[in-house]
């Protein structure tokens, strides 16, 4: 049994993380602003805020210090044309995408060293491309990529793997957040419980194989 935070967990991806988690037997310490129903243990936080992600790591060291596992999984999307995009949101998108992973782990990293704890960033296959209307966004995931390559280095000389998991699009409320309109056609997307799945499956491997950076596009 293996202890695994994860951000983002009342929704999507970190929402079937641990739900797929706590199936296999293990603990999970889940974050997020609001609470789902799920038997895991919560901190409610807001990842784009100090107080916030201070507040996070407080209670990690307090009551979870024994983490086997960070899963850097929240996350927001901004779909805005050049000419329409918003300071504020966009200031807020890097708080949460980049920000607080980052944060996170610095803050963290004694105990990441000593656990030999595994770190995974959710980032995008946006990271590696360009899409109209999501230069913030893209911009964000891109730099997802760089931090990984950051942290791999840090890292270098312990057991601690940094996995950069980049998924394409999967069905959850993500777009609609950002747009304010429904997708009505979900084939062809992506399911995120299996996406889940196969991270788990990414993580079970042996701790001298780090899938350092994977692309999983939709077919
Ligand atoms: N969906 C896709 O097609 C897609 C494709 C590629 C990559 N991704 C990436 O996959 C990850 C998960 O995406 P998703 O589609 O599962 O997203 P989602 O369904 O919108 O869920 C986002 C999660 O992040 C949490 N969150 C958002 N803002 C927060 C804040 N300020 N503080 C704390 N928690 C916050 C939300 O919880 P609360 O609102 O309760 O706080 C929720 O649990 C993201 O990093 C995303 O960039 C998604």
């Not at 966009?90 to 990441?112: C, G, H, K």
């Not at 394409?168 to 084939?187: I, M, P, Y």
Request: with cysteine; charged share 25%.
């Amino acid at each position: 049994m293996k202890t695994i935070i994860i951000t983002g967990v009342s929704n999507g991806l970190g929402y079937q993380l641990a739900k797929k988690a706590l199936d296999a037997g293990h603990r999970v310490v889940g974050i997020s602003r609001s609470i789902p129903d799920l038997k895991i243990e919560h901190i409610k936080a807001d990842l784009t805020e100090e107080d916030g992600l201070n507040a996070i790591v407080k209670t990690i060291k307090e009551k979870y210090s024994k983490f086997d596992v960070l899963i850097n999984c929240a996350g927001m999307l901004s779909v805005k044309p050049l000419g329409k995009v918003d300071y504020t949101e966009t200031l807020n998108l890097f708080r949460l995408n980049v920000i607080a992973p980052l944060f996170l782990v610095s803050e963290l990293v004694e105990i990441i060293k000593s656990n030999e704890a595994d770190i995974v960033n959710i980032g995008s296959t946006v990271g590696s491309k360009a899409y109209e209307k999501q230069a913030a966004y893209g911009a964000s995931k891109w730099a997802v990529r760089g931090l990984n390559q950051n942290l791999q280095l840090e890292f270098k000389n312990t057991k601690c793997r940094v996995i950069g998991f980049n998924p394409g699009g999967f069905k959850s409320n993500f777009f609609e957040k950002a747009t304010g309109t429904e997708n009505n056609d979900w084939s062809g997307w992506m399911n995120p419980s299996e996406i889940a799945e196969f991270i788990l499956q990414i993580l079970a491997l042996p701790k001298n194989m780090e899938v350092s950076d994977i692309n999983l596009n939709r077919k």
